[in-house]
């Protein structure tokens, strides 16, 4: 029997999305069975703000952006730009691929439950038509997944306040411990992180789709085995089940244990004080601290690759405030653009200004109005556009030479050591191979780390004064958009730029 599309689903145009909903959260200290129905019925808590859990478990109502969601699943999971130093220009199809099955299966529907919280939005997310009645089950496999990596990275990072998180397959938090990690016969979490208002590590466990109890109890068998491993280092242990089937809301459940013990070691001596810490963003402390500036680094470099390949045509630069302390982060990663009054004030001005100057006098004219011009282009094949500061920039740019060159001097990372064409690998073997180059990778760079504080310090503080058409090593500086897109909903961090259409969610019924 064909699943046809029910005659009553309205074949509508993608809706006007306003890019706020609420997804309600449950707290609660170990698995146990799916909720019925109370992300609907149970009375929601008012979600605060938190640099850390919440005082009590229970249920929470916080609303996000859809401009969270799409930097949380640019941004987690494997580290894959060890693979694409000689061929940036796959950035765009590895961005396209952690953001395209959201695009695809996510609708957003209206709810009224039965206990509203003030403030709340009244819209969540859920599977839209295409997943619920035309899907084949590998792919809402695959869907389920991202799903799951997202959706924890975004209860992580942007509602608990953890540091970037890290991919646990290359050896965890403490060196000593690399090899325990690795090994390729434990069955050990998703992501690591560091909490740096809690001062303890976080060992992270994603699980999306239908999530039911069976499929929690592995993941907290998971973590229960990287938890072992990690011993007498204080820590914590998380376990995110993003669960929505066809015509419910997506709702997390956050099964987490506390693991007392010795402080964590210091993340390579970085200084950053933990009072002044911004809840999970390294880039609010890049002038003070190189092994944040190295973290920010590595953490946007699938976008710098492509914004480093993107045609010339595709570029622009867009004005944002210089001044970084007016992005930083108050709920979320990210300041939404559209209602931020400076920005909005001080792009009204610069466009006046632009009615008597070109290009290269305006572009002099508003970094002396407070304004710096964000390089962005648009991911083909998604709605979303990527960028980032002229002085990150330059800090990936010295980076991304740095990795090139460990990848030509490091025997097992050259060319010619990749197998022949005439060498047949199973699957299971090119994955170990892979494993262990990236393995290789990450060790090289940390033992280049000492050397890599004073390079991408320096690069970080010359790409202040440099020109665009200098970063690039193109002749023309892209166009400078002071007019905006109306159909772009923008967003910033002190360092970084994201925008999606405001055309995004395709409607689905309530």
Sequence with gaps: MIDMIPADVPDEPPLTYADSFDVPVLFRNGPANKPRRQWRTAEHQPWAGSNGFPAADGWYAPTTTW????????????????????????????????????????????????????????RRLTW????????????????????????????CRSLLGLGQTQHLELGGPIPALYDTFKDPKKKLPDLWGRH???????????????????????GWAQLAAGSKILGAYAHRTVLVGASVRPGDDLFLTIDHDLHPGQPPLSPYGSGIDDEAAGPGNLEDHLGDSDDA??????????????????????????????????????????TPLEHDGLTLAMRADARGAALQADQQTLRAGIRFMGLDDFLTCRIPGTEVHLGMSRKLFAACERLHEEDLAIARRTPGLRAEDEPSF????????????RLTQRRIFREQQEEARPRLRLLLRDAYERGATSDWSELLRRPQ??????????????????????????????PVRA
């Design 67 to 122: 401009r969270e969601i799409i930097k949380a699943a640019t941004e987690v999971g494997r580290d894959v730009t060890p693979h694409l130093q000689n061929q940036p220009r796959y950035a765009h199809g590895e961005l396209v691929a952690r953001v395209s099955p959201l695009y695809a299966y996510l609708g957003a529907h209206s709810v009224e439950p039965r206990h509203p919280v003030p403030g709340s939005k009244g």
């Design 128 to 155: 839209n038509p295409v997943y619920a009645h035309g899907t084949e089950r590998s792919a809402k496999n695959a869907a389920g997944y991202r799903l799951g990596m997202t959706m924890t990275e975004w209860a």
């Design 196 to 218: 740096e208002a809690e001062e303890m590590y976080w060992l992270i466990e994603a699980k999306g789709g239908d999530v039911g109890l069976g499929t929690l109890r592995k």
């Design 293 to 334: 500036l190295i973290g920010a680094a590595r953490a946007q470099m699938l976008t710098y690759l492509a914004l480093r390949s993107a045609p010339a045509s595709q570029l622009r630069t867009v004005p944002v405030p210089a001044d970084r302390t007016s992005r930083r982060r108050r709920t979320g990663l990210t």
């Design 422 to 433: 005439d060498q047949e690998l199973s699957d299971e073997a090119q994955e170990e191979q």
């Design 477 to 506: 500086e892209p166009a400078l958009d002071l007019e905006g897109d109306a159909s772009l909903l923008e967003a910033a961090t002190p360092e970084t730029y994201l925008a999606v259409s405001r055309y995004d969610l395709p």
